[in-house]
């Protein structure tokens, strides 16, 4: 393989970000990728103690992102669980496939660019990727706020080749002050939506045939939640529950639908006829992101992109993440007129109805419309990525 991607274990998104582009037809052959993360709740011992494993016939995800089984994958490489551990494995897969590029998902572990030097056992693996080919490391970066770059970040940056960055450089601007990172901008690259083009398709369907392929009445008021399963998300979902019977009465059409990829708000939540969970169906969530009317969503990266790319005016929440990470997207939504913001520490039930009430009557869809070239460029971030790590390694 020529490329080895690794998606940090803290979320569904950070792989979902990583294939979006490494299964396009440039890479498709020439990538693997990494994760040792705990989809649907499995714990490390159940999957692998390396991970799931995406490319040419390692595929442990159906296409259409459904968990359907387990493979194992074995790398045949020696792997305890600790964090010297973890920070190894890209390097020790980049050593084991020969890799002449790595690609870290993982804006919040900037350590692992660099793990050789707090690991002097690991120096051996860094330095013989190195020697038989490695060439680039490429490293994504998030709406993390800094006031001065953390020395932790200058180390990593020092290493890396290329900062990716899923938004356009307008977007970012406003989303955090860019001086932190004026001595790395010719390493930055904008890459505006990494969505995969077969999603944007998904998420481009018009509403009403949306609605026909999953059989949703096309007289009511759609309002799709999506959250996967970041923490806080079950305060927002309790909160919604609570808004739900009094909003559904005052609005007889209205229909919620929950995204639900772990189960536990559906065993959690009293039954309602307003109310519906989708579990881990990532084709059926995009098709009904399609279909709504609006959205109540996070803020996480993949979240927040895929409700742009459908064009959907959102209440959007963020939850408390390290750098005031989602707080900055969620002042981005605000001043983008993309939707209403909310910040978890805000978010009661009498917040979220009255933010949704606005986003339903204030006509925030001829704003979207308007500012997603400068939010998200032309939907193709992820061809141009792949493009750029193909013309790379050619």
């Not at 692998?48 to 494993?53: E, I, K, L, P, T």
């Not at 409700?307 to 605000?334: C, D, F, H, N, T």
């Amino acid at each position: 393989m020529s490329l080895v991607g690794f998606a940090s274990n803290r979320g569904f998104g950070h792989w979902r970000r990583l294939r979006n582009y490494l299964t396009l037809p440039p890479l498709k052959d020439r990538a693997v990728l990494i994760a040792p993360m705990t989809l649907a709740n499995l714990s490390w011992e159940v999957v692998n103690s390396v991970g799931y494993v995406d490319g040419g016939a390692r595929m442990v995800l159906e296409e259409d992102g459904s968990l359907q089984t387990t493979v194992k994958y074995d790398s045949h490489l020696p792997y305890k669980p600790s964090v010297e551990g973890y920070y190894l494995i890209p390097w020790a897969h980049a050593y084991l496939h020969r890799a002449r590029m790595l690609v870290v998902d993982a804006h919040n572990e900037p350590e692992i660019v660099y793990c050789d030097e707090l690991f002097p056992q690991s120096a051996d693996i860094v330095r013989l990727c190195r020697e038989q080919g490695l060439r680039k490391v490429v490293f994504t970066l998030e709406t993390q706020v800094f006031r001065k770059l953390p020395l932790r970040y200058r180390r990593a940056f020092e290493k890396v080749d290329i900062l990716l960055v899923p938004y356009e450089k307008e977007f970012f601007a406003e989303c955090v002050s860019l001086e932190p990172f004026e001595e790395f901008e010719d390493k930055m690259f904008y890459a505006g939506s990494v969505i995969n083009p077969s999603i944007v398709k998904i998420l481009r369907t018009p509403k009403t045939k949306a609605r026909e392929m999953l059989k949703l009445p096309a007289d009511k008021t759609v309002i799709f939640c999506t959250y996967g399963k970041g923490e806080g998300a079950q305060r927002i979902v309790e909160a919604l529950v609570q808004i739900g019977d009094d909003f559904a009465a005052k609005h007889p059409g209205t229909h919620f639908i929950v995204s639900d990829p772990t189960g536990r708000f559906r065993q959690s939540m009293p039954s309602r006829p307003w109310l519906e969970f989708i579990g881990l169906d990532y084709q059926k969530a995009m098709m009904t992101m399609a279909a709504c009317d609006c959205t109540i969503q996070g803020l996480g990266t993949s979240t927040l992109l895929e409700g742009l790319v459908a064009g959907k005016p959102m209440v959007a929440i963020s939850l408390e993440r390290p750098y005031e990470e989602q707080e900055a997207k969620g002042r981005g939504v605000e001043k983008f007129g993309l939707g209403e913001y909310l910040p978890i520490s805000q978010v009661s039930p009498r917040s979220i109805s009255n933010a949704l009430q606005r986003v339903l009557e204030e006509g925030y869809g001829k704003k979207l419309r308007q500012a997603l070239p400068r939010t998200l460029g032309n939907l193709k971030g992820a061809e141009k990525i792949a493009d750029l790590l193909a013309s790379i390694l050619s």
